[in-house]
């Protein structure tokens, strides 16, 4: 069975930074992609970030790019997602996902597995 459990969210200023963690477990990823998608209330969910974990290419939203990067630690099975330079609309709960689909993929129902989320509070 595959876990994916994030953390590292949290309270944080505009301008602060952030870095969310997501432990995966269960089975062998080195073919899948992991991408983070966030939600804020009352708006569907959409995606943030993604990178092959065999390769490392990556690929960003173009709210995010230049501010967030996506990175992984094949020995710890573990991706990571650094946010600086926060603003109040990045206030959402962060999701951790895996695919086995080959290419990038941006949308949420082609993600096979989903962590918990963890909280990403941005103050003004």
């Known amino acids: 069975q595959v876990q994916l459990v994030e953390s590292g969210g949290g309270l944080v200023q505009a301008g602060g930074t952030l870095r969310l963690s997501c432990a995966a477990s269960?089975?062998?990823?080195?073919?899948?992609?992991m991408g983070w998608f966030r939600q804020a209330p009352g708006k569907e969910r959409e995606f943030v970030a993604t990178?092959?974990?065999?390769?490392?290419?990556?690929y960003y939203a173009d709210s995010v790019k230049g501010r967030f990067t996506i990175s992984r630690d094949n020995v710890k099975n573990t991706v990571y997602l650094q946010m600086n330079t926060l603003k109040p609309e990045d206030t959402a709960v962060y999701y951790c996902?895996?695919?086995?689909?080959?290419?990038?993929?941006?949308?949420?129902?082609?993600?096979?597995?989903w962590g918990q989320g963890t909280q990403v509070t941005v103050s003004s």
């Open positions: 269960g089975r062998t990823f080195s073919s899948y992609a």
């Open positions: 990178i092959k974990w065999n390769s490392g290419r990556t």
């Open positions: 996902a895996a695919t086995n689909r080959l290419g990038f993929t941006t949308t949420p129902g082609e993600y096979d597995y």
